[in-house]
């Protein structure tokens, strides 16, 4: 065996014993027979082991050489431009291609663009060396060799519609269809340039899954034109990463558009009980409660709003703030939502509660809450829901906006109407106007109103009586406006 396959059989990357020869030879040669073959050998081993990476996802910008093999997934139009200083122009194909770990554009160049027109196709496998540089999208890759490779195969699908599960970084031309979870105003801000930017957000599902979408500039708008429920397809959009997390992007290539169709979304959610301080996760429930918006003033002098709701489910409820436009949901008791990317902290009396901010999603799902058979079940017996805490009511609000900094105040707001009953039988009556009335149950507010839960109804009961929250009480007054005007309060 000579010195050449000795450190040849040492390599461990894709490549054949007559490639590693040549490149040897062309190493003693560019050396000028200050290295023998075996050193040369040894050189062309490290250069090649340098350059070839396990998968897409090892491609980094800054590195002199990528060597991969991937799918071509899908084949952009060729472009001119001129060169500077140059009379010829010169010209530039995009080729979408991907493996097992991701995906990646490669930029194919003059003659390559001419032959990755005429040549390439969907579908093929190619084995590619470049140079990868940071682009407009994430990582490209310069190419500046490539060959097909019929002999290995690629586990990738090649579609022109995708599922969220399928996206991964670097993806462009990405279609996909889903339905519209959560809108985001359309905001504006300054480029380096003086030009003023505008974007916005979407949230989209389907059945495998949850993405944010980012419009950018012409774009923007359309934010505002669609409601959450609807079903729309991205069209032309681009994968990239934020906080670890995967986005769609949508510049002025791309569009948005309601479609016909039926997408299911089936939202994955932890539950309540398992819950724990500094988390960010997914929950889903029933509405119990829902407090009044309050607006209050930051320290920077803007004005801040928020609402306070009480979501239950299977295991245990939880209060969950609503900041900033999440306030302005039109949510309410007996309504089914699903809440992703909520934030767990610290809430009243070393409680815990959700904090839904800017990146959270807030979706009212169908609900129940109008039925009979929602609060008491087919046969008349109460179902799990008519079981609810004594403590499910909202504490008036001491919440922190997570994306502001700032408290909201507390002990303010009436959680409610005063006469809103959970769980209770659908036929029993509200207490009329001008009726005396006396009324036994947990503080779950307090303050003026004070609010009290007695396991089926909140009362809103009007009185300055000095009572903490979790404490049994008993107020005995006339009802006005479905509010207890307390004379007292024992």
Same mark, same amino acid.
């Given at each position: 065996?000579?010195?050449?396959? @000795?450190?040849?059989?040492?390599?461990?990357?894709?490549? #054949?014993?007559?490639?590693?020869?040549?490149?040897?030879?062309?190493?003693?040669?560019?050396?000028?027979?200050?290295?023998? *073959?075996? $050193?040369?050998?040894?050189?062309?081993?490290?250069?090649? @082991?340098? #350059?070839?990476?396990?998968?897409?996802?090892?491609?980094?910008?800054?590195?002199?050489?990528?060597?991969?093999?991937?799918?071509?997934?899908?084949?952009?139009?060729?472009?001119?431009?001129?060169?500077?200083?140059?009379?010829?122009?010169?010209?530039?194909?995009?080729?979408?291609?991907?493996? *097992?770990?991701?995906?990646?554009?490669?930029?194919?160049?003059?003659?390559?663009?001419?032959?990755?027109?005429?040549?390439?196709?969907?579908?093929? +496998?190619? %084995?590619?060396?470049? %140079?990868?540089?940071?682009?407009?999208?994430?990582?490209?890759?310069?190419?500046?060799?490539?060959? =097909?490779?019929?002999?290995?195969?690629?586990?990738?699908?090649?579609?022109?519609?995708?599922?969220?599960?399928?996206?991964?970084?670097?993806?462009?031309?990405?279609?996909?269809?889903?339905?519209?979870?959560?809108?985001?105003?359309?905001?504006?801000?300054?480029?380096?340039?003086?030009?003023?930017?505008?974007?916005?957000?979407?949230?989209?599902?389907?059945?495998?899954?949850?993405? %944010?979408?980012?419009?950018?500039?012409?774009?923007?708008?359309?934010?505002?034109?669609?409601? =959450?429920?609807? $079903?729309?397809?991205?069209?032309?959009?681009?994968?990239?990463?934020?906080?670890?997390?995967?986005?769609?992007?949508?510049?002025?290539?791309?569009?948005?558009?309601?479609?016909?169709?039926?997408?299911?979304?089936? =939202?994955?959610?932890?539950?309540?009980?398992?819950?724990?301080?500094?988390?960010?996760?997914?929950?889903?429930?029933?509405?119990?409660?829902?407090?009044?918006?309050?607006?209050?003033?930051?320290?920077?002098?803007?004005?801040?709003?928020v609402r306070n709701i009480r979501v239950q489910d299977a295991t245990d409820d939880i209060r969950v703030a609503l900041w900033g436009e999440k306030a302005d949901i039109d949510v309410g008791p007996g309504d089914e939502v699903a809440l992703g990317d909520v934030e767990i902290q610290d809430g009243w009396q070393d409680d815990l509660e959700a904090s839904a901010g800017w990146q959270s999603t807030i979706t009212v799902l169908e609900s129940d809450s109008a039925d009979t058979d929602a609060a008491g079940g087919e046969d008349g017996?109460?179902?799990?829901?008519?079981?609810?805490?004594?403590?499910?009511?909202?504490?008036?609000?001491?919440?922190?906006?997570?994306?502001?900094?700032?408290?909201?105040?507390?002990?303010?707001?009436?959680?409610?109407?005063?006469?809103?009953? &959970?769980?209770?039988?659908?036929?029993?009556?509200?207490?009329?106007?001008?009726?005396?009335?006396?009324?036994?149950?947990? +503080?779950?507010?307090?303050?003026? =109103?004070?609010?009290?839960?007695?396991?089926?109804? $909140?009362?809103? &009961?009007?009185?300055?009586?000095?009572?903490?929250? @979790?404490?049994? +009480?008993?107020?005995?007054?006339?009802? %006005?406006?479905?509010?207890?005007?307390?004379?007292?309060?024992?």
């Amino acid at each position: 065996m000579s010195d050449i396959e @000795g450190v040849y059989e040492d390599l461990e990357a894709d490549v #054949s014993l007559e490639e590693f020869r040549e490149a040897v030879e062309a190493k003693v040669e560019q050396m000028g027979g200050l290295a023998d *073959e075996e $050193t040369a050998a040894m050189l062309v081993a490290h250069e090649v @082991g340098e #350059s070839e990476v396990g998968g897409i996802a090892d491609i980094e910008p800054g590195m002199e050489e990528a060597k991969f093999v991937a799918k071509v997934l899908s084949i952009g139009e060729k472009r001119t431009f001129e060169r500077d200083g140059e009379d010829e122009d010169g010209q530039v194909v995009n080729v979408e291609v991907a493996d *097992e770990t991701g995906s990646v554009r490669a930029a194919f160049w003059d003659d390559h663009a001419e032959a990755a027109i005429e040549e390439l196709e969907e579908g093929q +496998v190619l %084995r590619i060396k470049g %140079r990868p540089k940071e682009g407009f999208s994430g990582v490209e890759v310069s190419v500046d060799d490539v060959e =097909p490779d019929d002999d290995t195969e690629v586990d990738v699908q090649v579609s022109d519609t995708y599922a969220i599960e399928d996206l991964s970084l670097g993806l462009s031309n990405v279609n996909l269809v889903g339905l519209l979870l959560d809108t985001d105003s359309v905001r504006t801000f300054d480029r380096d340039d003086g030009s003023e930017g505008k974007v916005s957000n979407l949230v989209l599902g389907d059945s495998t899954g949850r993405i %944010r979408v980012t419009l950018w500039d012409e774009q923007a708008d359309l934010a505002t034109e669609f409601e =959450p429920g609807v $079903t729309v397809e991205v069209v032309d959009g681009y994968v990239k990463e934020r906080d670890g997390t995967l986005e769609l992007h949508v510049g002025n290539r791309g569009a948005v558009e309601a479609v016909d169709e039926e997408v299911e979304y089936v =939202p994955e959610s932890t539950p309540i009980e398992d819950v724990e301080i500094d988390q960010t996760v997914d929950l889903a429930g029933v509405v119990r409660s829902a407090d009044p918006k309050r607006t209050f003033d930051r320290d920077d002098g803007s004005e801040g709003q928020v609402r306070n709701i009480r979501v239950q489910d299977a295991t245990d409820d939880i209060r969950v703030a609503l900041w900033g436009e999440k306030a302005d949901i039109d949510v309410g008791p007996g309504d089914e939502v699903a809440l992703g990317d909520v934030e767990i902290q610290d809430g009243w009396q070393d409680d815990l509660e959700a904090s839904a901010g800017w990146q959270s999603t807030i979706t009212v799902l169908e609900s129940d809450s109008a039925d009979t058979d929602a609060a008491g079940g087919e046969d008349g017996s109460s179902d799990e829901n008519a079981g609810l805490s004594a403590f499910a009511g909202d504490d008036g609000g001491n919440g922190n906006d997570s994306s502001d900094g700032e408290t909201a105040g507390s002990g303010d707001d009436s959680s409610g109407d005063g006469d809103e009953t &959970v769980g209770a039988d659908a036929d029993s009556d509200d207490p009329s106007d001008g009726e005396e009335l006396e009324f036994t149950g947990v +503080v779950v507010q307090a303050g003026d =109103p004070l609010v009290l839960d007695d396991g089926e109804t $909140t009362m809103s &009961v009007a009185t300055d009586a000095d009572v903490g929250l @979790g404490e049994e +009480v008993t107020a005995r007054g006339i009802v %006005r406006d479905g509010r207890l005007e307390a004379n007292d309060v024992f």
